[in-house]
């Protein structure tokens, strides 16, 4: 089974930076991507950014510029930095990594349990 811990949520003025992480732990584990979504109040789940454990990123465009997605694979560690944040990146944020089965070879996804940034105005 993988389990994604996520952390470095928390509140912060507009213009500010915060970055949160997210683990990924379970045997075996073969990740393709790593990535976030995020909620905010009322909307859909939305792509924030996702990384490839080759190296390829993909970013929303309202946050391309001021968001960057990194990852540490032998940690199966998948960090974002949040800069120069505005009122409506207000969200929470959710881990995803797109895991390979060894026995079967087919990809899902996991979602870690979601991480509240507030950003204030």
């Known amino acids: 089974q993988v389990q994604l811990v996520e952390s470095g949520g928390g509140l912060v003025q507009a213009g500010g930076s915060l970055r949160i992480s997210c683990a990924a732990s379970?045997?075996?584990?073969?990740?393709?991507?790593m990535g976030w979504h995020r909620q905010a109040p009322g909307k859909q789940r939305e792509l924030v950014a996702t990384?490839?454990?080759?190296?390829?990123?993909n970013y929303a465009d309202s946050v391309k510029g001021r968001f960057t997605i990194s990852r540490d694979n032998s940690k199966n560690t998948v960090y974002l930095q949040m800069d120069s944040l505005k009122p409506e990146d207000t969200a929470v944020y959710y881990c995803?990594?797109?895991?390979?089965?060894?026995?079967?070879?087919?990809?899902?996804?996991?979602w870690g349990q979601g991480t509240q940034v507030t950003v204030s105005s």
């Open positions: 995803v990594a797109n895991v390979i089965s060894s026995s079967t070879w087919l990809a899902r996804n996991y």
């Open positions: 379970g045997s075996g584990l073969n990740i393709n991507f």
């Open positions: 990384l490839t454990a080759s190296g390829f990123s």
